[in-house]
């Protein structure tokens, strides 16, 4: 079977937990957030896995976008929930793919935090050609997030209102 | 038979499993180790200065081969195309690297010694160069104090590879030279044996880059067996140059051809001066804030990450930095 190079376990430089990269924890071949702080860090220049930055500094978590899919068929919101990560020196921004096991909560409370500061976040990502998702959006994140048939919980209702 | 005259030295041009042809006055000499030196050599005093004369352990030796192709030796003829090498005159320089031998103790492999020049040639396409390997001969090269010229052959299939200026601006950027020729058409040869002449020079690179293609085309009496790389999607090289010749050029100057490589090791080279020896790194050692301690990875206030993301130094080459580090 394929398999894209890994570049091994570690362990996050911002929250100190171990993180395996194996295949069947995290469903994506390239682990390259922390799935407890989402947090990722700096090591890519040019595209996702060369390994050229020189920056090494940690990437926090600002936001959630979506990465339109290759099925010209689907809607045209629908695609893939990406996490928006920025480098907390340099300031450079990256999407990375939600793995399986990224922990759904912490996921939600990137997303309540960027809806807090959606106008900064919003004019940093127009930068990058990045779209943030703002306050609509909340459906499709909880469907990406639980599925189609796991109703969406009062707390979020009330995010949804506000 | 007087070993102390001048005619009696020549240089190993050739090697096989305990047989070392000398070339010296025209002639080349079958020779063999006199059973002096090879003691003298395979197993050597452990403390020259102590009365007791004690031999080096076994497990402190850590060379392959004593003698090594270029090699200057004193000689005695036997007069019927054979002889005895009885000593081994101090070396000007070493191109070494860790013998590709399986077990845990790594020993010394002399490549070639008394050069002047090493060319690490890489193919303009088919195979892609591997500029990473590049790296490693260039450190290599720097490590024994050596020159490099960097040859880029099969110029005829440039086309087929568009990034290839980019990634050599990086090294002219450097100071390295780079001479870009094809075997073929014979574009570049002559500007290649302009840099080879007078100079004992050594051709390194992986397989089917073309080193010995290249060196019919400089030589074309040599007539050496060439292939063409496999015609698989890969197009690796196959191997076809199986031992490593010197030749001596009809212009001036003498040659190594080697059998292609696809791997490289350092030879005694440490972590803490790997970075003296990428050249454009070098000025910033030291400035960084862990002083000489820092390993340029992930300490703060680096001075040549720093250097990095200024686009003074190419990322390409630090990334190889990192790599070669990670190894020693």
């Known amino acids: 079977m394929y398999r894209a190079a890994s570049f091994g376990d570690f362990k996050c430089a911002h929250c100190h937990t171990f993180v395996s990269s194996t295949h069947q924890l995290s469903g994506v071949n390239n682990r390259n957030h922390c799935p407890y702080c989402l947090w990722s860090c700096h090591l890519d220049l040019y595209a996702a896995g060369d390994r050229l930055s020189a920056c090494k500094a940690g990437m926090k978590p600002i936001g959630l976008t979506m990465k339109k899919g290759r099925n010209k068929y689907r809607l045209e919101s629908r695609g893939e929930l990406m996490l928006i990560h920025a480098c907390i020196e340099c300031r450079a921004m990256s999407i990375n793919r939600i793995a399986a096991d990224d922990d759904a909560e912490t996921v939600i409370v990137v997303f309540q935090e960027s809806l807090a500061l959606f106008h900064r976040i919003h004019a940093l990502c127009d930068q990058y050609g990045i779209i943030p998702l703002n306050a609509e959006s909340i459906g499709i994140v909880h469907r990406q997030l639980f599925g189609q048939n796991v109703e969406i919980s009062s707390t979020w209702r009330s995010l949804h209102k506000s | 038979m007087n070993i102390d005259n001048e005619d009696d030295i020549g240089i190993v041009f050739r090697k096989t499993l305990g047989h070392y042809t000398v070339q010296a006055n025209g002639r080349e000499i079958d020779c063999v180790l006199s059973s002096l030196l090879h003691k003298q050599l395979i197993y050597p005093t452990a403390d020259p200065t102590s009365l007791h004369h004690a031999v080096q352990e076994v497990r402190e030796i850590n060379h392959v081969d004593p003698v090594a192709i270029g090699d200057q030796v004193r000689y005695v003829d036997a007069g019927n195309g054979s002889g005895m090498i009885t000593e081994i005159l101090p070396r000007r320089s070493k191109l070494s690297r860790p013998a590709p031998v399986p077990g845990q103790r790594v020993f010394e492999q002399v490549i070639v010694s008394n050069a002047d020049l090493v060319i690490p040639v890489f193919a303009a396409a088919e195979p892609t160069p591997k500029w990473g390997l590049l790296d490693r001969y260039l450190v290599s090269a720097e490590s024994s104090d050596l020159p490099s010229l960097i040859v880029i052959n099969k110029l005829d299939l440039a086309s087929k590879n568009p990034g290839l200026d980019e990634e050599l601006e990086i090294y002219r950027r450097i100071g390295y030279p780079i001479l870009s020729v094809?075997?073929?058409?014979?574009?570049?040869?002559?500007?290649?044996?302009?840099?080879?002449?007078?100079?004992?020079?050594?051709?390194?690179?992986?397989?089917?880059?073309?080193?010995?293609?290249?060196?019919?085309?400089?030589?074309?009496?040599?007539?050496?067996?060439?292939?063409?790389?496999?015609?698989?999607?890969?197009?690796?090289?196959?191997?076809?140059?199986?031992?490593?010749?010197?030749?001596?050029?009809?212009?001036?100057?003498?040659?190594?051809?080697?059998?292609?490589?696809?791997?490289?090791?350092?030879?005694?080279?440490?972590?803490?001066?790997?970075?003296?020896?990428?050249?454009?790194?070098?000025?910033?050692?030291?400035q960084c804030k862990f002083g000489l301690s820092c390993r340029h990875d992930r300490e703060p206030d680096c001075a040549i990450r720093k250097a990095v993301m200024a686009g003074e130094i190419s990322p390409h080459r630090y990334k190889s930095y990192l790599h070669l580090r990670e190894e020693l």
């Open chain 2, 182 to 286: 094809s075997a073929v058409t014979g574009e570049g040869i002559e500007e290649l044996k302009h840099a080879l002449q007078g100079k004992l020079s050594v051709m390194v690179g992986k397989s089917g880059v073309g080193k010995t293609s290249l060196l019919n085309a400089i030589q074309p009496g040599l007539g050496l067996r060439v292939k063409a790389v496999g015609q698989g999607e890969l197009g690796k090289g196959r191997h076809t140059t199986t031992h490593l010749e010197m030749f001596k050029l009809d212009f001036g100057g003498t040659l190594v051809d080697t059998p292609g490589v696809r791997e490289f090791g350092l030879w005694n080279v440490t972590g803490e001066e790997l970075a003296y020896l990428f050249p454009e790194m070098a000025d910033y050692v030291g």
